[in-house]
């Protein structure tokens, strides 16, 4: 059963964002991740989810925005707070948003639109990974902040999946403690009776 496909994703993990550097992804290699993260179940062909690169100086931007939301919510930041704050999108070269977009639509709940967005990360993360670079994504507190997804250019009904931090890594990454998948699943034994 020798695959490279399954030894690849055997072996994924996520790299360390201070880590990621330049170069990102070519223009090019984005559109054939965007392609592949595209990919994904996607009942009623609704399309919800969208993408927004953070890249270049509007990584810098955005962080003094995020810095000053923090700083009004939480008053003054301490130096190592504000720079934390500051830094949020610029350590990465490349940062992808990925954003649930919900649909109206009477047979597709909204749960499973953004479930579909999730895949569309983790399509994306492979797609990154497989061209050769690191990946590692997080989402954040301005995830859940509607001023915190302003600044970071969703609309008020959009939702984050999560934050796509890419770039070049000189890896491999520090394997993590792993679930044993043996203790993952179970034949079906009837409903559930409590």
């Given at each position: 059963?020798?695959?490279?496909?399954?030894?690849?994703?055997?072996?994924?993990?996520?790299?360390?964002?201070?880590?990621?550097?330049?170069?990102?992804?070519?223009?090019?290699?984005?559109?054939?991740?965007?392609?592949?993260?595209?990919?994904?179940?996607?009942?009623?062909?609704?399309?919800?989810?969208?993408?927004?690169?953070?890249?270049?100086?509007?990584?810098?931007?955005?962080?003094?925005?995020?810095?000053?939301?923090?700083?009004?919510?939480?008053?003054?930041?301490?130096?190592?707070?504000?720079?934390?704050?500051?830094?949020?999108?610029?350590?990465?070269p490349?940062?992808?948003?990925v954003?649930?977009?919900?649909?109206?639509?009477?047979?597709?709940?909204?749960?499973?639109?953004?479930?579909?967005?999730?895949?569309?990360?983790?399509?994306?993360?492979i797609?990154?990974?497989?061209?050769?670079?690191?990946?590692?994504?997080?989402?954040?507190?301005?995830?859940d902040?509607?001023?915190?997804?302003?600044?970071?250019?969703?609309?008020?009904?959009?939702?984050?999946?999560?934050?796509?931090?890419?770039?070049?890594?000189?890896?491999?990454?520090?394997?993590?403690?792993?679930?044993?998948?043996?203790?993952?699943?179970?034949?079906?034994?009837?409903?559930?009776?409590?």
């Amino acid at each position: 059963m020798a695959s490279p496909i399954i030894d690849f994703l055997l072996t994924r993990n996520s790299a360390p964002i201070p880590d990621l550097k330049e170069p990102a992804p070519s223009d090019a290699e984005i559109a054939t991740m965007i392609a592949a993260a595209s990919r994904v179940p996607d009942h009623g062909r609704l399309e919800p989810w969208r993408f927004i690169l953070y890249r270049g100086e509007a990584r810098v931007e955005i962080g003094r925005k995020l810095a000053a939301l923090a700083e009004q919510r939480e008053g003054p930041l301490a130096e190592g707070r504000r720079n934390q704050e500051l830094a949020r999108f610029s350590r990465a070269p490349l940062v992808i948003g990925v954003v649930s977009v919900p649909r109206e639509n009477p047979k597709i709940p909204q749960w499973e639109m953004f479930l579909s967005g999730g895949m569309a990360a983790m399509n994306l993360v492979i797609a990154a990974n497989a061209l050769g670079y690191g990946t590692n994504m997080i989402s954040n507190w301005y995830s859940d902040v509607a001023e915190g997804r302003a600044i970071l250019g969703l609309s008020p009904q959009e939702r984050v999946v999560g934050f796509v931090h890419i770039g070049s890594y000189q890896g491999p990454a520090a394997e993590r403690p792993r679930p044993d998948p043996a203790k993952l699943y179970a034949d079906y034994t009837g409903p559930w009776a409590g």
